[in-house]
């Protein structure tokens, strides 16, 4: 069991119409996927446009999800716990802040769009070509998806 750290809409993208609703089959989705593989989830949201004005934290389907409050971010609070909950965090996001965050606090970033594609059922699949040697790095990232 793995604990994920989710940046909510960088996964679900911008382009949605009904943002409100693609949130929520996100979450659907997560909770299928943890009752599936059984990791910890965290995923974080802006809530400072439609939320209460300040942070929450709801448990649904034994997902911890966040929204932000007034005068913050999802980055910030993303940020906050890599520093303050100190675990092994695979944190999904496609936001190079966050990605040098998690590094710097000997976590792994993965990339949302390979996370949204493991979590509707696509395999990750890399192919190493003779000769070519992975990073420290590449190898962490190979090693956190292959959990996912």
């Known amino acids: 069991m793995s604990k994920l750290l989710i940046d909510g809409y960088n996964l679900i993208g911008i ?4 943002l409100k609703k693609a949130r929520q089959e996100l ?3 997560l909770i299928k996927y943890r009752n ?3 990791h910890d989830i965290t995923v974080v949201f802006d809530g400072y446009k439609e939320g209460p004005g300040k942070e929450t934290v709801q448990y649904r389907g034994g ?3 966040i929204y932000s409050g007034a005068n913050e971010k999802a980055d910030d609070i993303i940020k906050r716990i890599l520093s ?3 675990f092994f965090w695979i944190v999904i996001t496609s936001d190079k ?3 040098r965050t998690a590094w710097k606090e000997n976590c792994v970033a993965v990339d949302s769009s ?8 696509e395999e990750f699949y890399f192919e ?3 000769g070519m040697s992975l990073s420290k790095k590449q190898k962490a990232i190979l090693r956190a998806i292959s959990k996912l």
């Open 15 to 18: 382009f949605h119409k009904d």
């Open 27 to 29: 979450i659907e989705k």
């Open 36 to 38: 599936k593989k059984g």
């Open 63 to 65: 997902l911890r999800i």
């Open 84 to 86: 303050t909950e100190k």
């Open 97 to 99: 802040e966050i990605e």
């Open 114 to 121: 390979v996370f949204f594609d493991i979590l509707n059922g």
């Open 128 to 130: 190493q070509k003779k």
